[in-house]
T-cell receptor, first 113, second 114 residues
Framework: GESVGLHLPTLSVQEGDNSIINCAYSNSASDYFIWYKQESGKGPQFIIDIRSNMDKRQGQRVTVLLNKTVKHLSLQIAATQPGDSAVYFCADNLGTSYGKLTFGQGTILTVHP | GAVVSQHPSWVICKSGTSVKIECRSLDFQATTMFWYRQFPKQSLMLMATSNEGSKATYEQGVEKDKFLINHASLTLSTLTVTSAHPEDSSFYIC??????????FGPGTRLTVL
């Protein structure tokens, strides 16, 4: 991911809407990507991952899309709920095999009831 | 899923003192542990990578003599912030890996240096 500054992007949605959170990465060697959810004062929580041999992966209410051509990753959350309010980070492995991750800047998701 | 704990969850110390933070993998053996620092409203920044029984690898700009990392066993890594100063106040997060890509994160430790 690209960590580029002090002001996190924000996304506000109404409960029940679908949310799309975007992320750009810079290293073309990256072959493993993860989305994390971080609530205030807590550590990151794994949401979903995807490897570079795939362009889409679905989980429960979440879908990750990977576009390697433009180095773009997105997280789609269906039927967003107030409990989904958090900061969402993408991370990628820079093509390394020993688990090192670099994190994107994060997006603040606020879900209004 | 795998569980990683950190202790303490928060600590307040005086400037010039040292603080030790523990990171434990509770139900798996962590061949590699990572330490991150997170300032308010910012992303996680990797500080160092530690492998059990060997010296930690520090990221550029991170002072290895100030942030001492010990990974003495497959379930425990410690980060000691030596001679802490107010600018070291931050949220410190560890993660543990069992050898594959996925990392399991601890709950974080909030350090406040007065």
């Amino acid at each position: 991911g690209e960590s580029v500054g002090l002001h996190l992007p924000t996304l506000s949605v109404q409960e029940g809407d679908n949310s799309i959170i975007n992320c750009a990465y810079s290293n073309s060697a990256s072959d493993y990507f993860i989305w994390y959810k971080q609530e205030s004062g807590k550590g990151p929580q794994f949401i979903i991952d995807i490897r570079s041999n795939m362009d889409k992966r679905q989980g429960q209410r979440v879908t990750v899309l990977l576009n390697k051509t433009v180095k773009h990753l997105s997280l789609q959350i269906a039927a967003t709920q107030p409990g989904d309010s958090a900061v969402y980070f993408c991370a990628d492995n820079l093509g390394t095999s020993y688990g090192k991750l670099t994190f994107g800047q994060g997006t603040i998701l606020t879900v209004h009831p | 899923g795998a569980v990683v704990s950190q202790h303490p969850s928060w600590v307040i110390c005086k400037s010039g003192t040292s603080v030790k933070i523990e990171c434990r993998s509770l139900d798996f053996q962590a061949t590699t542990m990572f330490w991150y620092r997170q300032f308010p409203k910012q992303s996680l920044m990797l500080m160092a990578t530690s492998n059990e029984g060997s010296k930690a690898t520090y990221e550029q700009g991170v002072e290895k003599d100030k942030f001492l990392i010990n990974h003495a066993s497959l379930t425990l890594s410690t980060l000691t912030v030596t001679s802490a100063h107010p600018e070291d106040s931050s949220f410190y997060i560890c993660s543990a890996s069992g050898g594959r890509d996925e990392q399991f994160f601890g709950p974080g430790t909030r350090l406040t240096v007065l």
